[in-house]
Every structure is written in C-alpha cells, then in structure tokens.
C-alpha cells in the first residue's frame, strides 16, 4: 500500500561537498526545483555523500526500501573520471533499467556542450515485494539539473526539446506511487488520456 504524500529523495554525491570543501549545490537546486515545478505535496529525504560506490549503493537501498521514497534524484559523480561511480551504484540496486531518461539527458545537453557525450547519467527502477520507486541520476550543476528536468524552451516559451520530468508522474503512477501533479508553466506532466484523474467538480 502506498503513502498519499510522495516522498523524493535527494543525494548529492560529492568527495568535497561531502568533506566540507566547498557547499554543496546540488540539493538546494534540487529542492527549489520541485518547488518550483510540482502542485502535489511532497517531503524530501536529503543525503549528502561521497563518491563512494558501496555507500552510493547503501544510500539509494536506505531512501527506496526504508525511507520508502517514490522517486529518488542522484546528482554528481556521473562523468568518465574514476572517482565517477554513482552509475554504477544506480545499476547494482536496480531491478529495471530505464534507458530513456538518461539519452534524453544527453540530448538535452548536447544542444549546449559537446561534452555532454561524456556523461552516464541512467536511471532505474527499484522493487520491492511492497514498493517501488524511480531512481534518476542529473547532471552535478544547477544550471544543467534544471535543463534536464524542464528540457529547452525559445524566446516565446515554446518547448523546442522535452525534459525528462514530463515523464516522471506517468512512471511513478505505472510503478504504484502517488499521483504527481505539475506546474503546467515548469513543465507540463504528461499521461495518456486513460491514465488522467478527473478534474474535481466547482
């Protein structure tokens, strides 16, 4: 049985911010992102750790199966450098790989830098006997993590490329969670015409 309230989990993975090098920017856009972009109740489950691959596992183990969240959002750690193993960790815990967000992303950012090719973001599902959830890693800066979600728009406002996001609500609703609700003027959830609730009576 699923909570009402949609709980998100948000990881920053990050040797410095984790260390107290520098703070960490990751969760605060994050959070004000979904603000920003979701209609629906939600509370946040925030952990900050480093680029280590066993306590990557353990964190998105901890938030899907203890913390019962229904989406959880990884941010950092997903280029080609060796200390990059947040992939990895997303690909060890999952029961279904869900290609698509992660080729979408690159899409996104390859209409900014040609380095985009270099990320690995991925996401997945993790299952349980009693709950599931969506697992998605973003790009590590702010400005990127906001291009993913919400995808490009032109000068009038017209959407040119998808987020990701507009998928997310149909996803959690096919794996069992909460229904997610959207700012229209964020990003504009999509469902098929079947999976729509009814718009509540005047």
Known sequence: MTSDVLVVGLVSVSDRASGGVYQDQGIPALEDWLKSALTTPFRVETRLIPDERAQIEATLVELVDGARCHLVLTTGGTGPSRRDVTPEATLAIATKEMPGFGEQMRQISLAFVPTAILSRQTAVIRETPDH?????????????????????????????????????????????????????????AFRPKSALKPAPAN
Do not use: H
């Open 132 to 188: 599931a959830a969506l697992v998605m890693n973003l790009p590590g800066q702010p400005k990127a993590i906001k291009e993913t979600l919400e995808g490009l728009r032109d000068a009038d406002g017209k959407q040119l490329v998808g987020g990701i996001f507009a998928a997310v609500p149909y996803c959690v609703d096919l794996i069992g969670g909460p229904y997610m609700e959207t700012n229209p003027a964020v990003c504009k």
